[in-house]
């Protein structure tokens, strides 16, 4: 029995760093419960396809080498196109109609491998967020990484944004004296505003504000303004139904203080990169809730669980 009641949300999910993948190498990943192969043809398109050779299993991204945009077995050479279907099999004269690897609907946005995943397979009915300031002149050019293996799933996560009084209890910032939130489609979006003594920076009180989107599960795009003006792009990939992996970027408007040699950029990620590390004995312990007994100080939390019900097939429910 899962800690989660939900099973795994559709949506858009970080597979890796754009440059975690060069043309022509294969990745083996494990998310969504399942081995997965990530590999980048050598027309610069990456692909994720299943692991397992339908022939007699063998492991694609164990050996597997990559010819165009096809992968070839390292087993009995069966070859695969990027639509998963076999167009070879060296030895034999007809390729069964069944051969066929299950794919991954794919894009690169903002120096990030995306992949879809539907329980049903159904295809994507919105696009991965686009990060305007990754790649715009006056800002740092590459994210500023880190990523954690934490027992937790992304809904879990995701509420974390719509909950008000946890930001001053476990990031000991100041209650959020102006927020909003509101639900969009597949976006839920959110403003705080906020302030916090920054105890590696001489007890400098650093003025917040902050405005996420979360497009689905996924992710989370956030400009977090403050003592240095950053864009964070987080992402809550699914290994399985109860662990998460989570990529933490940050990029920063380029400036006195964002200047990556002062150290002051580096430094100020780090406290932003702990900042997150507080939540996890809290979603690593914690239970869920059904129907939490809340108060009147309270995010919308319901109402974020009514917009979350849209990313879980009706099967599921
Ligand atoms: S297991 Fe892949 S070709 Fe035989
Ligand atoms: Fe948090």
Sequence with gaps: MSRFPFGMPTGWYPVAWSDGVAAGETVPLRYFGSELVLYRGESGDAHVVDAFCPHLGAHLGHGGSVEGDTLRCPFHAWRFGADGICVEIPYAERIPPKA????????????????????????????????????????TPEWTRYEWTVRTHPQEVVENSVDWPHFHHVHAMEMPHYREVRFEGHEVIWKASTSKTLDDFEGRVDDI???GRNP?????????TGMMDTAILMGMTPIDDETTHLRFGVISKQGEAADPGSGFHQAYCDQLAAAVEQDFP????????DKPLLSDGDGPVPDFRRWARQFYPAADR
């Design 282 to 289: 809290i979603w690593e312990n914690k239970t869920y809730h």
């Design 216 to 224: 689905g599960l996924g992710s989370s795009y956030v400009r977090y």
């Design 100 to 139: 066929r690897l299950r794919t991954f609907p794919v894009r690169e946005q903002s120096g990030v491998v995306w992949a879809w995943y539907a329980s049903d397979r159904s295809e994507p009915t919105w696009e991965p967020p686009r990060v305007v300031e990754f790649g715009a002149a006056d800002w």
């Design 209 to 211: 504000h902050v405005e």
